[in-house]
């Protein structure tokens, strides 16, 4: 459902990044932000709840510029939709953006509270930003090596975009059950992004990553490599389709496209919400635990189309497994 968008070089990134999350909305968000590296080597940050005009208003009021940067659209899974749970998160010298779930992310926010960090959202994501940053202050020889090691530590599905504020020229990319694409710009251009419309007006040369692929964009190259390190080689893809077909991902229409796209939109449903052989469902998000939905006593499916359908088995499901009229 989130939309990613990183981009490095020599235009200015705010646009590019404004640009790129604009032809992601139509997956649906709650909040939008952005993170830029200043020519001061400092993180600028702007954040919204809400459309993305609203990030636009605020830059409008408050701009700022960069050639290295990041932006996401967010559709709340850990943490209520606000500016604060809003992408991307910092930690120290680190930022992230990611789309996915941390399966083990409040064990590992409790030892990294022990360990003296301090937490300022309700995120799951959060937690990568602090331990990139805690193993670059504990020994990893530099930004490469403290995400392979934090990655090792996390379990859960992700497409993560990491900026360190002190290497203006570096940009790596991480992907594991949560697709995440390469843009090949011009001289020195690179673009990371959860989907190809987002970078699309500016090249059409792609690179697919496939899950476990790291990228290292650095010194006006890119490396793709697996956790361990071991070069990976992802081959050079020329997408022929127009903007328009884009958001089409290939498809011949919309109605194919969802699809192909139905068991993407069942595991990004349940993200969070239930885990493998365990019977518990959890929806934090929406306040209801075990005990508020044995107080439920009807449901309304509302719907019409294909869509009047899904709600019909919906009904079925709910009246035969719960005993919940509907």
Not at 11 to 27: F, N, P, S, T, W
Request: aromatic residues 6%; glycine residues 10%.
């Amino acid at each position: 459902m989130c939309g990613i968008i990183g981009y490095l070089g020599p235009q200015d990134a705010v646009e590019v990044i404004m640009d790129g999350l604009a032809r992601l909305e139509y997956r649906g968000y709650d909040s939008a932000g952005l993170a830029v590296v200043t020519g001061q080597g400092d993180f600028a940050v702007r954040r919204a709840q809400g459309k993305l005009s609203r990030l636009a208003a605020k830059l409008a009021t408050d701009p700022l510029s960069g050639h290295l940067g990041m932006g996401h659209t967010r559709w709340a899974t850990h943490g209520r939709p606000s500016e604060t749970n809003a992408h991307p998160h910092l930690a120290h010298d680190v930022a992230v953006v990611h789309n996915g779930i941390i399966e083990n992310y409040l064990e590992l926010k409790n030892e990294l509270i022990q360990a003296g960090h301090e937490f300022s959202s309700e995120t799951d994501t959060e937690i990568v930003a602090h331990l990139v940053a805690n193993q670059l202050k504990n020994g990893a020889a530099g930004l490469e090596d403290a995400v392979r090691r934090a990655l090792g530590r996390i379990r859960g599905s992700y497409a993560l975009v990491i900026l360190d504020r002190r290497r203006p020229d570096l940009i790596i990319g991480a992907r594991k059950d949560s697709p995440l694409v390469l843009g090949l710009g011009g001289p020195g251009e690179y673009f990371l992004a959860s989907d190809v419309p987002a970078f699309l007006a500016h090249t059409n040369r792609v690179v697919f990553l496939n899950d476990g692929d790291l990228v290292v964009i650095k010194g006006g190259a890119y490396q793709v490599s697996d956790l361990e390190g071991r070069d990976q080689q992802r081959p050079e893809t020329t997408i022929s389709w127009s903007p328009a077909m884009a958001e089409k991902a290939g498809y011949k229409h919309f109605m194919q496209k969802e699809i192909f796209e139905q068991p993407r939109a069942l595991v990004d449903t349940l993200a969070g919400r239930a885990k493998a052989g365990e019977p518990e469902v959890f929806l934090p998000d929406l306040g209801l635990d075990s005990v508020a939905l044995k107080k439920v006593r009807r449901l309304v499916l509302l719907a019409c189309g294909t869509s009047w359908h899904a709600a019909l088995v919906g009904k079925f499901w709910l009246e035969g497994l719960a005993k919940v009229p509907t």
